[in-house]
């Protein structure tokens, strides 16, 4: 009785997930290429997660990584002489995602991806070179789709979602956790309090989330589900989904974490219990938070705070133009979507160890 409960379960899962991915497929296939970030009712099926047969594609479509390629450049990246970060580099692979199949073994194929796509993209943009968080990036992206795939996907995401993010300065991210300070006091005023009072502010825990696109703080089925959303409605769900996670531990911060060393540790440390993605984007989504909102603490934060200012608030305000309701007219064809991705490499466990940042050639 239980087997077959079981069987009926299983098979019942497995005909709603056939039948939304069909959903998907056949709703993007028809699809205006100048009006896909305008359609609701896509927004919608993006929001409920794209199936994982689709994910690759789906992520490439939207952040017009096509649009970068250009043959031949990759290999010819990779052929170049070793860049000045490729010590770093080197770090990093060994301790990305260190649990997870595709990079366990040294030298293994995902290390050796990893290692190509970074050490590729360091030549490929000089100024910018090796950041720490870009082997999050580039390793979330390798369990989705090939290397050079991946490479042109990175590509995109620092071009397009995260102008000022790994720049040596760290520009963005020290303005953006200011900006975080001013809408967690407006969302959140008591726990904002509690926060400043034991002296914990956004720099503490914002670079850890923001870098690595959440990686390292959520459940690998949040974590999907948010880049889902990331790449169709752009850089404003990390301050959403920010103040969704300080929602949803409000009350454990406001009542067990009496002192800045237990805030900090539960929130670079926070259990996958209570970030599950179905209560964590709708938290996120039943936020009020406009891109106009976040534009005007930047722009406040860059002239009268001393932290960041002088620091360039542009480039955040051209991430804010990225996603929903952007022109689109350039988009590639939908109709790429219809292959399906046999790349997919499932998450079997979240990497260990601390959540802080390793140091990187821009911060030592």
């Avoid at 794209?50 to 052929?79: D, H, M, N, V």
């Avoid at 030549?123 to 082997?135: I, R, S, T, V």
């Avoid at 509690?194 to 989330?209: A, C, K, Q």
């Avoid at 259990?271 to 938070?289: M, Q, S, V």
Wanted: net charge positive.
């Amino acid at each position: 009785m239980g087997n077959s409960s079981r069987c009926t379960s299983t098979h019942s899962s497995m005909k709603e997930y056939r039948e939304r991915e069909l959903k998907w497929l056949s709703v993007v296939s028809k699809m205006d290429v100048g009006t896909v970030e305008k359609d609701n009712k896509l927004k919608k099926l993006v929001r409920s997660g794209i199936p994982a047969s689709i994910r690759a594609k789906s992520w490439q479509f939207l952040s017009r990584s096509r649009e970068y390629q250009k043959p031949g450049l990759y290999k010819t990246l990779l052929q170049g002489a070793k860049s000045s970060v490729h010590d770093v580099i080197e770090q990093d692979v060994a301790r990305c995602y260190p649990n997870h199949v595709h990079f366990m073994r040294r030298d293994g194929e995902g290390q050796n991806d990893l290692r190509d796509v970074l050490s590729a993209y360091a030549q490929y943009n000089p100024d910018l070179g090796y950041c720490q968080g870009m082997h999050c990036l580039a390793g979330c992206m390798l369990m989705q789709m090939p290397a050079e795939d991946a490479f042109w996907l990175l590509v995109a995401t620092v071009d397009r979602y995260l102008k000022g993010y790994f720049d040596p300065s760290l520009s963005q991210i020290r303005i953006d956790t200011v900006v975080i300070g001013e809408l967690l006091r407006e969302h959140q005023p008591k726990l904002a309090r509690h926060l400043e009072s034991n002296g914990v502010t956004p720099i503490m825990y914002i670079p850890s989330w923001f870098l690595t696109a959440f990686t390292l703080s959520l459940p690998w089925s949040s974590v999907l589900r948010l880049w889902d959303v990331f790449y169709f409605e752009g850089v404003k769900v990390f301050y959403r989904i920010t103040l969704a996670i300080l929602e949803i531990c409000k009350d454990h911060l406001l009542q067990n974490c009496p002192s800045n060393s237990e805030l900090l540790a539960f929130l670079l440390h926070i259990p996958h219990k209570y970030l599950g993605p179905d209560l964590l984007l709708e938290t996120a989504f039943r936020i009020k938070l406009s891109k106009s909102d976040i534009a005007k603490y930047a722009r406040k934060a860059s002239i009268k705070d001393a932290s960041v200012a002088g620091l360039p608030f542009e480039p955040g305000l051209e991430n804010l133009k990225v996603g929903q309701n952007q022109s689109t007219s350039s988009l590639p064809s939908l109709k790429s979507l219809s292959g399906i991705s046999k790349r997919v490499k499932p998450h079997r466990s979240q990497t260990s160890g601390p959540h802080t940042l390793p140091k990187s050639s821009h911060l030592t």
